[in-house]
């Protein structure tokens, strides 16, 4: 299974030596909930096999690690997860774990743009600023070629 290695990997909820802390981005609804997370070195809610948090999870953990473009409505995706050239390789299948993923994430996406776009905004800024992006080979808000 693709994401099993986050559960060994879990770059993305730590923080390096000498890196400023990243603060998730949480949605209107999430913000009520947790208030804030920061990860300073490791984020709170990791647990032994991955996040504590399971399902409740913020959506822009669970956009990771793919980050969303909101003015170009594209996604994109950090370089430095292992995950990478699979991800991009299963994305030519319709129903690998990447391809219902993504699926997944657009689905949530389209939602927040009616309902929290200034958080689609500022995830993606935090994004941009943190991570070294790459655009996703496939754009599931565009019509199949």
Known sequence: ???DHCAQCQRCCHIEPDFPPLEVSLTQDEARVYGSICI???CTHLGARGC???DAKPV???LYPLS??????????????PLKD???EQLS?????????LLSMSKIIKKLEKTDSAFLLNNYAIDVDYFELEAVPRNPFEPPK
């Open 60 to 62: 822009s953990c669970k």
């Open 40 to 42: 300073e070195s490791s």
């Open 93 to 101: 299948d319709p129903k690998s774990e990447a391809s219902l993923h």
């Open 52 to 54: 504590d948090l399971g």
């Open 68 to 81: 969303f473009a909101p003015n170009s409505r594209t996604f994109q995706f950090d370089i430095e997860c």
């Open 86 to 88: 699979r991800y991009f």
């Open 1 to 3: 299974m693709l994401f």
